[in-house]
């Protein structure tokens, strides 16, 4: 009896079994689909009427024809396709700012900076230059001073040694322009250029590539590489003053590198054929040839290539300046 109740028992769990399996066993047609991956997904969907392509007239052997702006359907003005494009700029005349004439004690550098334009302050700077040569004669006040007796005697002076009498006039009117100027602002005066030329005066970087420091010259035992750093500093400003467009720097460009401190004949080539492409009038032709004439290939190669490049930078400007 008790096997007979067990086999029961053992049948009927078996067919709860059977019939569980039978239930969760999934159909083919309710089966999920793997996972599509993004390129999957890409293929099988519709894309937008815009980006259809007709591929049974794709031919990937075909190089991609790029459709051009001037299509014929569409009416074009060819006024400036057809304008003629100069291979240089034009060349013009620097307008270049006077010197205030005027005795200029009484202007107060920094309330004259701050309220002048740009071109009104560098007109105070140019003259202010003018009295760089009278910083010796700065009295205990802190002010450039003359005395009549010393004004008398250079005069004296100019008529023994035969000066023209405008020598001894421009002479006057610098001692009188400069009278009673605060010493302190002959001492500023190269940072207050510096000032205008960050504004993109190319007349005040030309000012700097040869106005002395007066800070720097009235030091004691200045050493040769602080001296080098300087002269250096004025070819930058020369560079700057090029590539501003001025002809004139591209001119002592090609001098300094030719005959200054640091000198480098294959800069000073390139600048002098740069020079010579822009001024044909000028002739420095035989200048290039001699600076080249024992270059190594590479170095000739490099004269090409910067000449090449100062050019293309040059002609990019709207205009050159002969000044």
Not at 242 to 259: D, E, I, K, M, P
Not at 293 to 305: F, R, Y
Request: negative net charge; contains cysteine.
């Amino acid at each position: 009896m008790k096997k007979f109740l067990l086999f029961f028992v053992l049948l009927i769990l078996l067919s709860l079994v059977i019939v569980v399996l039978v239930l969760l066993w999934p159909n083919k047609a309710q089966q999920p689909s793997p996972a599509q991956t993004p390129a999957d997904r890409y293929a099988a969907a519709e894309p937008p009427l815009s980006t259809q392509i007709n591929t049974e007239k794709l031919n990937i052997n075909e190089q991609p024809k790029i459709e051009s702006l001037d299509d014929s359907d569409t009416p074009t003005d060819n006024s400036e396709k057809n304008k003629p494009h100069p291979s240089k700029p034009k060349i013009t005349e620097l307008q270049q700012i006077e010197a205030l004439q005027q005795n200029i004690a009484h202007i107060d550098l920094d309330q004259y900076k701050k309220n002048a334009t740009t071109e009104a302050y560098l007109a105070y700077l140019l003259a202010l230059e003018k009295c760089l040569p009278f910083h010796r004669y700065i009295n205990n006040a802190g002010k450039i001073e003359f005395t009549e007796q010393q004004i008398n005697t250079t005069v004296e002076q100019h008529a023994n040694n035969g000066f023209p009498k405008h020598v001894t006039q421009h002479m006057l009117d610098k001692i009188n322009l400069c009278k009673n100027v605060k010493g302190e602002y002959l001492n500023r005066l190269y940072d207050e250029v510096t000032y205008v030329a960050n504004h993109g005066n190319i007349q005040a970087m030309m000012l700097l590539s040869h106005m002395p420091s007066l800070n720097l010259a009235l030091r004691k035992n200045i050493d040769k590489e602080t001296r080098k750093n300087f002269y250096h500093k004025q070819v930058m400003w020369l560079e700057q003053a090029r590539q501003q467009g001025s002809l004139n720097a591209l001119f002592n460009l090609a001098v300094r590198y030719h005959h200054g401190v640091s000198p480098d004949a294959v800069a000073a080539a390139s600048y002098y054929s740069a020079l010579q492409h822009f001024m044909p009038e000028y002739e420095y032709t035989e200048t290039v040839t001699v600076l080249t004439e024992n270059m190594k290939t590479w170095q000739k190669a490099e004269v090409d290539k910067t000449t090449r490049l100062i050019i293309e930078e040059m002609q990019q400007l709207p205009e050159l300046y002969n000044w």
